[in-house]
C-alpha cells in the first residue's frame, strides 16, 4: 500500500467553497457496467457538504457506456474525479488499485451503483475528528425494487458492547457505511482477495484485530440499491460459506480476541449461520443450497440432535435428496385440510 503523500494530500477545491482546507477523502469506486446508476454516484460525492474530496472511478472493463459516462465526468471536474482501468478483475482488485492511488488521509468507499446522503462525509468526519476514532460508521438503507429489508437501519454502538462477539455475529456495516483513516487501511493492507463474496466482512474483521477506536454516527446516511443484476448480496449460499471462512480465519489468527468467549458460544458465532443459512434455504425450497449448507454445518459440529431429521437426508446424492423432499412436499399437500 502506498505511503501517504502529504503534499498531494492538500484539500481539492470544492464547487462553491472556496479553498477551504480540510483533510482531503479519497473515495474509491469500482465501476462495472455501472452506466444506469454512476453518474448519480459520482454527482452524490461531488455534492457532499464536506469540501475536500476526491474520487477514484477504477472502471473493470465496462462495455455499456459506463466510460464515456466517466470521461464526461472528468472533464467535468478535473482534478476531483480520477479514472484508472483494469480488466475483468473484481471490485476487491479494484479496490486495492484505488488504494494504491488514493492521496487522502481518510478513505471511503462507494460502489458505482449505490449513494450518500449530502452530508454522510460530514457527519462522518465530524465524528471521527471529536473522537480521535479510526472509523466512524453510520446507518443505511437499501432502496430499489425487491430489495430486501427496506427499512431504514441503524446499527448498534459496537464500541459500547462485545466489539469481538458482534463483529462475529455478522458483517456489521456495508462497504460504503464507513470513513477511515488511511493508516489504518495500509496497516490491514487492503483487501485480501481470497473470498470474493465476503471481502468487506474480511476487510472489517482485520480492521477490529487493529484497532478498536471505532465511533457510531446514529442516523441513516448510506443507501444500497438493490437491482437485483449478479450482484454479490444475491449469491447467498456463496456468501455464508466464504463468511464462515473469514471468521473461522479470525479466530485461529486471533485467539486472544476470542479468549472472553466460552467453547459453545463461540462455535456457535463462527458455524451456527451455517445452520441458520440451511435452515432459511429449505423452508424456501432452495434445495441445492439448503443440502450444501447442512451437510457443512455436519462437518463444522453446529447442529443439535434435533436437527438430524434435516441433516441427514441432506447427505443422500443431490437428485435423491430433491425426489425425496418433492414427495414430502406432495404427501403434506394431501393431507393438508381443503381450503388450505
Not at 500500500?1 to 482546507?21: C, N, W
Amino acid at each position: 500500500m502506498r505511503q501517504p503523500d502529504t503534499k498531494s494530500s492538500d484539500s481539492i477545491p470544492h464547487a462553491g467553497d472556496g479553498h477551504s482546507k480540510r483533510e482531503l477523502i479519497s473515495v474509491i469506486m469500482p465501476c462495472y457496467n455501472a452506466a444506469a446508476f454512476v453518474e448519480e454516484s459520482i454527482r452524490c460525492v461531488v455534492n457532499q457538504t464536506y469540501p475536500s474530496v476526491e474520487i477514484i472511478v477504477v472502471d473493470d472493463g465496462s462495455t455499456d457506456g459506463s466510460v464515456a459516462i466517466l470521461d464526461r465526468l472528468k472533464t467535468e471536474f478535473p482534478g476531483q474525479v480520477r479514472l484508472l482501468s483494469q480488466h475483468r478483475k473484481g471490485p476487491y482488485p479494484a479496490r486495492n488499485r484505488g488504494l494504491r492511488e488514493a492521496r487522502g488521509s481518510l478513505i471511503a468507499f462507494l460502489d458505482a451503483d449505490d449513494f450518500w446522503a449530502p452530508d454522510c462525509l460530514e457527519k462522518l468526519y465530524a465524528a471521527l475528528a471529536s473522537n480521535a476514532a479510526d472509523c466512524a460508521y453510520c446507518g443505511w438503507q437499501n432502496v430499489g425494487d425487491g430489495a430486501p429489508g427496506q427499512e431504514p437501519y441503524v446499527p448498534p454502538a459496537y464500541e459500547d458492547e462485545d466489539t469481538i462477539a458482534l463483529f462475529l455475529k455478522s458483517c456489521p456495516w456495508p462497504i460504503h457505511a464507513a470513513l477511515v483513516r488511511r493508516e489504518i487501511v495500509e496497516a490491514i493492507e487492503g483487501f485480501s482477495e481470497r473470498r470474493f463474496s465476503a471481502m468487506d466482512y474480511d476487510f472489517w474483521l482485520k480492521l477490529i484485530a487493529r484497532t478498536r477506536h471505532i465511533v457510531r454516527v446514529s442516523e441513516v446516511l448510506a443507501f444500497y440499491r438493490w437491482h437485483g443484476r449478479g450482484q454479490i448480496s444475491s449469491g447467498k449460499w456463496r456468501q455464508t460459506m466464504d463468511a464462515y471462512t473469514v471468521r473461522r480465519d479470525f479466530v485461529r489468527k486471533h485467539p486472544d480476541l476470542v479468549s472472553h468467549l466460552d467453547v459453545p458460544a463461540l462455535k456457535n458465532l463462527v458455524a451456527g449461520e451455517l445452520l441458520r443459512a440451511a435452515y432459511r434455504a429449505y423452508w424456501k425450497r432452495d434445495l441445492v443450497s439448503a443440502q450444501g449448507l447442512f451437510r457443512e454445518a455436519l462437518i463444522r459440529g453446529a447442529w443439535r440432535l434435533a436437527d438430524l431429521k434435516y441433516i441427514l437426508p441432506a447427505l443422500l446424492p443431490g437428485p435423491i435428496f430433491r425426489a425425496f423432499l418433492g414427495m414430502v412436499d406432495s404427501q403434506r399437500s394431501a393431507l393438508a385440510p381443503k381450503g388450505e
